[in-house]
Structures are given as structure tokens and as C-alpha cells.
């Protein structure tokens, strides 16, 4: 069977087997890129017509008491200058996002101790008051079920947590042992049952990853059916144990993206900051292989060279209103359009 005809089937069928994800993920060509990323774009368009959601990321502590060893705040990186925002600043933040034409706010940041379920709890609250059109999402890491339940009574709406690989032998070698694949997965289940639009996803090139790693991220993917999949290429960061290994391919990044858009037509599918970072028209290319969604950088300038996951980040120094119009110009010149909504996860029904 041609890869083609592998795009072919898992447009049809909306999954695949893994050894034919192998297939495909081990040969592709750039024929077979073009291929997917045109079935893919056509999937969006019909979708989204030419809408790009935009949603608010807020950085708001890169303290973190994990170790993963590809990231750059793990807690063993002696060299990271640490910070937190307070809730003020949070606000802040949100405040002028929404002015810019922001309606989704991504507070992110590292599992910090300081930042309690209480605190957080508190925070999501307060953004619910402020801002009772906008859409809430966490990406603040493994919590347990009770927490998760707590910030969404609160008024969150969504969560990211990658499962960074579907691979559990693949998850041991890039997390130290007191982290668990199990319980990241717990997490995920959890996430949903709650009712959080929950989205997942992996570095592609991450070390130790193998064609089948990736296959079973797909296989993973197709069962558990994220509202949202970010999937950005691995890139090493100088103080982390991986520092001297290869970053990914943005090749693949590019191809996965479009296998995740044929596969499940209505996902919320960013062109990562990561893609933008290992190749300069990145968010436009990652658009044009089906994404639909670009997370700018709300966190005060002051702070976002410090919250460096990895080397190289694009960071901008512009406000939330400047880079948003710098955006809307990259994005037009692709011919689609940044628009001022939450973009909520609808499933094909809803979008008829
Ligand atoms: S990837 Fe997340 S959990 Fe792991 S060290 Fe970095 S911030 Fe912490």
C-alpha cells in the first residue's frame, strides 16, 4: 500500500493500525507531506472556514518541583532565574489581553508548591468574575482528581497536559522515576470524565523516540480523542541532560500535524511557539498543514526570557496588542483571518 493510500484510509476510517502508522511515520516522502497537508487543510477549511483562534498564554511561574529531563525549569537547572506573578499580575495580563481581542486565557506554568489547589483555585476564580465571556485553560500539570474537579467548579474550561508519548518504556526514559506514565494517563481520564475540553500530545524527536513511539502517540490519540493536540518538535535546552542531542524534524512535526487533523477533523490544533522556533515562518507553515490555532504571549516582557523550556524560544518583546497585530498580518498573508472569539471545541454536528 502507498502512503497515499494510507492518508486515504485514515480519512475514511479516522484511525489506523500501528504497524501501517509505522509504515507511514518510517517513509514518507515530501509527495506524501504535500498530500496530507492539502487533505488536511481542506478538512480545516471546511471546518473553520479561514478562522485562526488565538488564545492568551500567561506564564506564571516557571518554578517546578518535577525533573524532566528535556525540560529547561526542571529543578535540578541551577541556572534558571526563577519567578512567580502574582494574582494582580495575572489579572493584569488578562486585562490587556482582553482589550487586544483575547477571549481565551492559558495560564501555564511549572508544578509549583507554592502555587496551592487553593491558590489556583482562587485565580481561576477571580479570572471567572473578570471576565465571564472568556474561555479558562490550565496547563499547570498532574494534580490529583480532586484538584482538577475544584478549578473547573471554579470556572476553568480546559486543560493541556501532553502525554509527551503513549510509549510507557519511551516515558521512563525522559522523566526520572518518581513521575509515572500511569498516572499522567490517570490525569488525561480524569480530565475528560470531569468534562474539561482536555487536550494532549508530544515532542516529536524527543530522545529515544522510535517510529513506533509515535505510532502508538497516533494509536493513543484516536482512542482517547482530545478536544486539543499540541505537538511541537523536540528542541534541546543547554541545561538539561539532553542538551547535546538533535532537535526534531519540523518535517514530521508538519506531517503529524496533518495526520491529526485528518484523524480527528474537529480538533483545537495550535502551530506550536516551538515550530515557530525551529523554523522562522513556522506558525504560518504549521497553519497550512491544517492547524487552526496560535497561543501568543501574554506574560509581562520582563519575564519571558525566563521561562525557557528550551533554547532558541521565539520570544517577542511586543505587548499583547502588537504581536497580535503582527499575527493578523503573518496570518493574512496566508489568507486567513485572527478572530476575536473563545473558540470552543464543537463537534462536527455542532458545526453544521
Ligand atoms: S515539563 Fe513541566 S513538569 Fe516537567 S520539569 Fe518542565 S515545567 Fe516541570
Redesign the pocket.
Known amino acids: 500500500m502507498k502512503n497515499t493510500e494510507r492518508i486515504d484510509r485514515l480519512k475514511r476510517e479516522r484511525a489506523l493500525p500501528a504497524d501501517q502508522w509505522v509504515r507511514l511515520l518510517g517513509t514518507f516522502t515530501e509527495e506524501d507531506r504535500t498530500y496530507a497537508a492539502e487533505k488536511a487543510r481542506a478538512i480545516t477549511t471546511a471546518r473553520f472556514g479561514n478562522k485562526i483562534y488565538i488564545r492568551g498564554i500567561v506564564e506564571f511561574t516557571?518554578y517546578?518541583?518535577?525533573?524532566?529531563l528535556?525540560?529547561?525549569?526542571?529543578?535540578e537547572n541551577t541556572g534558571a532565574v526563577r519567578y512567580r506573578l502574582t494574582k494582580e499580575e495575572i489579572l493584569l495580563c488578562c486585562h490587556a489581553g482582553y482589550q487586544a481581542g483575547f477571549r481565551t486565557f492559558v495560564l501555564q506554568?511549572?508544578?509549583d508548591p507554592y502555587f496551592t489547589d487553593g491558590r489556583i483555585t482562587d485565580i481561576v476564580s477571580a479570572i471567572r468574575a473578570e471576565f465571564p465571556d472568556c474561555a479558562i485553560t490550565l496547563s499547570v500539570?498532574?494534580k490529583s482528581r480532586e484538584a482538577y474537579k475544584c478549578f473547573f467548579d471554579a470556572g476553568a474550561n480546559r486543560y493541556l497536559l501532553r502525554h509527551e508519548t503513549a510509549d510507557e518504556a519511551h516515558y521512563g526514559r525522559l522523566?526520572p522515576p518518581e513521575?509515572s506514565w500511569r498516572n499522567r494517563m490517570r490525569c488525561l481520564r480524569d480530565l475528560k470524565d470531569i468534562g474539561y475540553q482536555t487536550g494532549c500530545g508530544m515532542m516529536v524527536g524527543s530522545p529515544f523516540q522510535t517510529v513506533e513511539c509515535l505510532a502508538e502517540d497516533m494509536v493513543f490519540m484516536s482512542r482517547f480523542r482530545p478536544e486539543m493536540i499540541g505537538i511541537g518538535p523536540f528542541i534541546p535546552h543547554h541545561g538539561t541532560p539532553f542538551r547535546d542531542c538533535p532537535a526534531g524534524s519540523t518535517e514530521t512535526t508538519l506531517l503529524l500535524l496533518s495526520l491529526c487533523r485528518i484523524m480527528l477533523p474537529d480538533v483545537l490544533l495550535p502551530a506550536t511557539t516551538a515550530l515557530g522556533t525551529v523554523c522562522g515562518d513556522g506558525r504560518q507553515l504549521g497553519v497550512l498543514a491544517g492547524a487552526n490555532v496560535v497561543m501568543p504571549n501574554l506574560s509581562p516582557v520582563g519575564v519571558r526570557k525566563n521561562y525557557t523550556?528550551y533554547d532558541n524560544k521565539a520570544i517577542t518583546g511586543e505587548d499583547a496588542a502588537e504581536s497580535l497585530n503582527i499575527l493578523r498580518s503573518h496570518m493574512r498573508e496566508i489568507g486567513y483571518e485572527v478572530v476575536v472569539s473563545r473558540g470552543d471545541y464543537k463537534s462536527r454536528e455542532e458545526h453544521r
Open positions: 516557571n517546578c518541583k518535577n525533573n524532566c528535556y525540560c529547561g525549569i526542571r529543578r506554568g511549572g508544578e500539570g498532574e522523566h513521575q523550556l
